[in-house]
């Protein structure tokens, strides 16, 4: 049955940094990556999407990569952090629209107190991820 529904308290396992090197071959860089994210729908629920939570605690961050298949989206739920696209930075905070076209190097630093959580979305349910650090 399609689930048209889903609250993010629904959420039971939240992936992490070993989950990451899973889903990239392996690559070891990824053990410096702080980054926590669910998808609330993914490959068991959509044919053409992928989106969720991400959370990246302070003074942590997202590493440099890109992803050549898929553009991808966030948008600051709480906290700040810097964001990187391609060669623009800025600081961002709740209520600002992050757009990184497909092939677009992004990565992100948490600069707050508290957690930094965003939402994330892809235009497909599959995309492959290359690290730039």
């Known amino acids: 049955m399609m689930q048209y529904f889903k609250h993010v308290d629904e959420i039971k396992d939240w992936n992490d940094t070993e989950k990451a090197l899973y889903y990239t ?78 092939g677009s190097k992004h990565s992100v630093k948490n600069t707050g107190d508290e957690m930094l959580v965003f939402f994330f979305a892809y235009d497909r349910p599959h995309y492959e991820t290359t690290l730039d650090e």
Request: with cysteine; glycine share 12%; hydrophobic share 35%.
């Open 25 to 102: 071959g392996g690559d070891k860089r990824w053990l410096k990556d702080k980054l926590i994210w669910q998808r609330l729908f993914g490959p068991e629920e959509s044919d053409d999407l992928i989106f969720g939570i991400a959370k990246l605690p302070p003074g942590e961050g997202h590493l440099l990569h890109h992803h050549d298949d898929a553009p991808e989206l966030y948008f600051i739920l709480e906290g700040r952090g810097i964001f990187t696209v391609n060669d623009e930075t800025r600081e961002c905070d709740p209520g600002t629209g992050i757009y990184m076209p497909a």
